[in-house]
């Protein structure tokens, strides 16, 4: 039962976004970004991409397959006031979107 209960706990720790979770990208087109975890709709997570303050999209596959090859990286979770202001830079681009 133990090893169940671990092996249960090791596929949900490491193959999802964490809330407030900061990931970093250590290679590929957005390398030298850094992902704020904001949501996930649909089988896609959606991450605010700092410094450049832009929405980012990632197919699960595609998360869980740079997890495991250290594309991507969980670097910490945010503080609640530093992820608020993301959550806010987030949701300013997400209207201006709507209204583009």
Known sequence: ???LKEAWKKLWSGT???VKGIYAVNTGDFLGEFFVYME??????????????QKREVHNENFIF??????????????????DVCR?????????DITN
């Open 1 to 3: 039962m133990k090893i």
């Open 16 to 18: 999802h976004p964490k």
């Open 40 to 53: 996930t709709k649909d089988n896609v997570h959606f991450f605010l991409s700092l410094p450049k303050m």
């Open 66 to 83: 740079g997890l495991e090859n250290k594309i991507i990286e969980q670097v910490e979770n945010l503080p609640s006031s530093t992820y």
């Open 88 to 96: 806010a830079q987030y949701e300013k681009g997400i209207s201006e």
